[in-house]
T-cell receptor
Framework: GAGVSQSPSNKVTEKGKDVELRCDPI?????LYWYRQRLGQGLEFLIY????????KSGLPSDRFSAERTGESVSTLTIQRTQQEDSAVYLC????????????FGPGTRLTVT | AQRVTQPEKLLSVFKGAPVELKCNYS??????LFWYVQYSRQRLQLLLR?????SIKGFTADLNKGETSFHLKKPFAQEEDSAMYYC??????????WGAGTKLIIKP
C-alpha cells in the first residue's frame, strides 16, 4: 500500500466518552504497533500485534484501553470513559515482521479530551 | 530498567558546523539502537540503525557500550537537517523504548 494510514487525524471528545482510533498498516506487514506521545515527550509503547495476536498487553495504561486487529490488517485502539490525561497523539506503526525491522509510521491521531 | 535519555531538548547550530545529538541508554542485555527523524509536517521515519552501520544523509552513529551511548553525528550540518530526532532502543520483548527527542535547528 501507500503507507500506514490512521483515522481520524484529529478527534475532540468530551471526558467520559469512548473513542475508537483506526490504523491501516502497510499490506503484507505482519507486525503492528501502537504508541502514545504526550506533548513534549517521547513515544510511549502501548501494544504490539503479531498477526492478530497481542501477546503482551502490559503497556496499555489502564483497563480503559483495549486494542484489536483483524487478521494482518486493520487495528483499532479503543479508549473507554476518556480522561483528560488521555489527550495525546496516538501513533501506529507496522513492520514486515516482529524483530529489528524498520517500523513505518502513520501520521497519527491527535486526541483532545475536554 | 530500560531507558533512553536524550539530554538536549533543543540544539541549534550554524549551517556547515558539526552536529552531535546525544543519546545514552540503560539496558542490561545487548541492545539494538536506532535513530528516527521527523521533519516538519512529515511522518516519523527511520534514519539509521546500529546493526547496519551505515551512513544516511551524512549522519553516523557509533554504539559505545562502555559509555552506553549512541550519539548521532554529522560533520557539516545542512539546513534540511532541521527536524526532531529520536533515539530508540529495541528491548527483549519487541518494544521500542524512546528518548524524549531533540529538536535540531540549523541556522543559515
Amino acid at each position: 500500500g501507500a503507507g500506514v494510514s490512521q483515522s481520524p487525524s484529529n478527534k475532540v471528545t468530551e471526558k467520559g466518552k469512548d473513542v475508537e482510533l483506526r490504523c491501516d498498516p502497510i499490506s503484507g506487514h505482519t507486525a503492528l504497533y501502537w504508541y502514545r506521545q504526550r506533548l513534549g515527550q517521547g513515544l510511549e509503547f502501548l501494544i504490539y500485534f503479531q498477526g492478530n495476536s497481542a501477546p503482551d498487553k502490559s503497556g496499555l495504561p489502564s483497563d480503559r484501553f483495549s486494542a484489536e486487529r483483524t487478521g494482518e490488517s486493520v487495528s483499532t485502539l479503543t479508549i473507554q470513559r476518556t480522561q483528560q490525561e488521555d489527550s495525546a497523539v496516538y501513533l501506529c506503526a507496522s513492520s514486515f515482521e516482529l524483530g529489528f525491522y524498520e517500523q513505518y509510521f502513520g501520521p497519527g491521531t491527535r486526541l483532545t479530551v475536554t | 530498567a530500560q531507558r533512553v535519555t536524550q539530554p538536549e531538548k533543543l540544539l541549534s547550530v550554524f549551517k556547515g558546523a558539526p552536529v552531535e545529538l546525544k543519546c545514552n541508554y540503560s539496558y542490561s542485555g545487548s541492545p539494538e539502537l536506532f535513530w528516527y527523524v521527523q521533519y516538519s509536517r512529515q511522518r516519523l521515519q527511520l534514519l539509521l540503525r546500529h546493526i547496519s552501520r551505515e551512513s544516511i544523509k551524512g549522519f553516523t552513529a557509533d554504539l559505545n557500550k562502555g559509555e552506553t551511548s549512541f550519539h548521532l553525528k554529522k560533520p557539516f550540518a545542512q539546513e534540511e537537517d532541521s527536524a526532531m530526532y529520536y533515539c530508540a532502543l529495541s528491548g527483549s520483548n519487541y518494544q521500542l523504548i524512546w528518548g524524549a527527542g531533540t529538536k535540531l535547528i540549523i541556522k543559515p
